[in-house]
């Protein structure tokens, strides 16, 4: 069964610093992982996207993340925080579209940004 | 904005009352989903639509819950018997039907409208 576990419900950086946002996976297939941003009162916008093309993806607004098997992670990093980042984060594995596709949402990352 | 629009953005009803929602994907998206997110939570998967036909059904869509696509484009989801526990939000995404890039068979991007918020009394 497919599955995302983020591992920090909230995490709070200061503006200019590095974010780390962790995401583990559960799959029985090479998954299809997604990082997806919801900004209060606003709908859920892709960040990024795995599909197996490369390993290190890079997605809007600085944001990349790395596709790790050994690890079973996939975390979302930014160089340096801006206070516009600041909002919920979904770790998202999906089925395959053979399967259907449905996203099976973790359960969010809270990113507080400090001036 | 995605391309994908739900309408109403807002919905206060009284337990008992039924409700519907409307979602109208991007039009040559052949797939749309409906998740539900209640507060603190991600998004979980409630049902998807290929085209007109329902292809798949989520447990955590009772019977008072029904869904239909009826021409392959704009879909609805009507509440039946609104119940306090049905208080959400309910989203929208819709895909297309052309392959992802990457891998034959991956999943393709889903595009989300701004969501319904449900608030029974």
């Known amino acids: 069964a497919q599955s995302v576990t983020q591992l920090d419900s909230h995490v709070s950086v200061s503006e200019g610093t590095p974010v780390l946002l962790r995401c583990n996976y559960s799959s029985s297939y090479s998954p299809s992982l997604f990082w997806y941003v919801q900004h209060p009162n606003k709908g859920l916008q892709l960040l990024l996207k795995?599909?197996?093309?490369?390993?290190l993806v890079k997605g809007i607004n600085g944001f990349e993340a790395e596709f790790k098997k050994s690890e079973t992670s996939f975390h979302l990093t930014k160089p340096s925080a801006h206070m516009s980042d600041a909002a919920e984060y979904f770790c998202v594995v999906s089925l395959s579209y053979n399967q259907g596709g449905k996203l099976i949402f973790g359960q969010g990352t809270e990113l507080s940004v400090k001036p | 904005d995605t391309g994908v629009s739900q309408d109403p953005r807002h919905k206060i009803t009284k337990r008992g009352q039924n409700v519907t929602f409307r979602c109208d994907p991007i039009?040559?998206?052949?797939?749309l989903y409906w998740y539900r997110q209640t507060l603190g939570q991600g998004p979980e998967f409630l049902t998807y639509f290929q085209n007109e036909a329902q292809l798949e059904k989520s447990r955590l869509l009772s019977d008072r819950f029904s869904a239909e696509r009826p021409k392959g484009s704009f879909s609805t989801l009507e509440i039946q018997r609104t119940e306090q526990g049905d208080s959400a939000m309910y989203l929208c995404?819709?895909?297309?039907?052309?392959?992802?890039?990457?891998?034959?068979?991956?999943?393709?991007?889903?595009?989300f409208g701004p969501g319904t918020r449900l608030t029974v009394l």
């Open positions: 995404a819709s895909s297309s039907h052309r392959p992802a890039s990457g891998r034959a068979g991956s999943a393709n991007e889903q595009f």
């Open positions: 039009s040559e998206h052949n797939r």
């Open positions: 795995y599909t197996s093309a490369a390993t």
